[in-house]
């Protein structure tokens, strides 16, 4: 079992900047990915980042140059840096981890709303 408390969310201005934080505990070994998802009402929950336990990121599309995910091994907490903020960020932000091939652990979630 794996635990994951995200933290960090909250109201903040176009253009701003936020980070998100996750900390896992629990069976942290068998975690060869971190991911962070973002959803809105009435649409399917979105990746917007991972981290591979090999250190190697990927990214959404509309997320890329704007958004850094990291990792603190010594914390075993994940973070996901969101600069440049824009309305359409606003959503639920899901922590997520994988263990081998699908994301099979969340965290409660965070709400990041960014207004005009």
């Known amino acids: 079992q794996v635990q994951l408390v995200e933290s960090g969310g909250g109201l903040v201005q176009a253009g701003g900047s936020l980070r998100l934080s996750c900390a896992a505990s629990g069976s942290i070994f068998s975690i060869d990915a971190m991911g962070w998802y973002r959803q809105v009402p009435g649409k399917q929950r979105e990746l917007v980042a991972a981290?591979?336990?090999?250190?190697?990121?990927n990214y959404a599309d509309s997320v890329k140059g704007r958004f850094t995910i990291s990792r603190d091994n010594a914390k075993n907490t994940v973070y996901l840096q969101i600069n440049s903020l824009k309305p359409e960020d606003t959503a639920v932000y899901y922590c997520?981890?994988?263990?081998?091939?699908?994301?099979?652990?969340w965290g409660q979630g965070t709400q990041v709303t960014v207004s005009s």
């Open positions: 997520a981890a994988r263990i081998k091939y699908s994301y099979d652990y």
């Open positions: 981290i591979t336990s090999g250190g190697s990121t």
